[in-house]
């Protein structure tokens, strides 16, 4: 079983930045994708951005120019680092993963979030 624990969150002022991180552990052979969603009240969910195990990334237009997803695989970790923050950024952040566990099958799983609020 793979676990993903996301930190990172909190309040902060429109313009400011925060840095989310996520470490995934359990049984992992190797993990392809990881990326970061995010969403609103009364939204749907919504792709932030995602990288692959070789560095290639992905970005939501809204965040283009703004956000910067990395990861460290040694350390099974996704980061994500949001400057200029505006209000709509406000929501439930979420970590994903995919991959394959020690005994040789699949998984994809979430994290349970931490909350980012950008206030005006």
């Known amino acids: 079983q793979v676990q993903l624990v996301e930190s990172g969150g909190g309040l902060v002022q429109a313009g400011g930045s925060l840095r989310l991180s996520c470490v995934a552990s359990?049984?992992?052979?190797?993990?392809?994708?990881m990326g970061w969603y995010r969403q609103a009240p009364g939204k749907q969910r919504e792709l932030v951005a995602t990288?692959?195990?070789?560095?290639?990334?992905n970005y939501a237009d809204s965040v283009k120019g703004r956000f910067t997803i990395s990861r460290d695989n040694a350390k099974n970790t996704v980061y994500l680092q949001m400057n200029i923050l505006k209000p709509e950024d406000t929501a439930v952040y979420c970590c994903?993963?995919?991959?394959?566990?020690?005994?040789?099958?699949?998984?994809?799983?979430w994290g349970q979030g931490t909350q980012v609020t950008v206030s005006s």
């Open positions: 990288i692959t195990s070789g560095g290639s990334t």
């Open positions: 994903a993963a995919d991959g394959t566990v020690l005994a040789g099958t699949i998984f994809a799983t």
């Open positions: 359990g049984s992992i052979f190797r993990i392809n994708a």
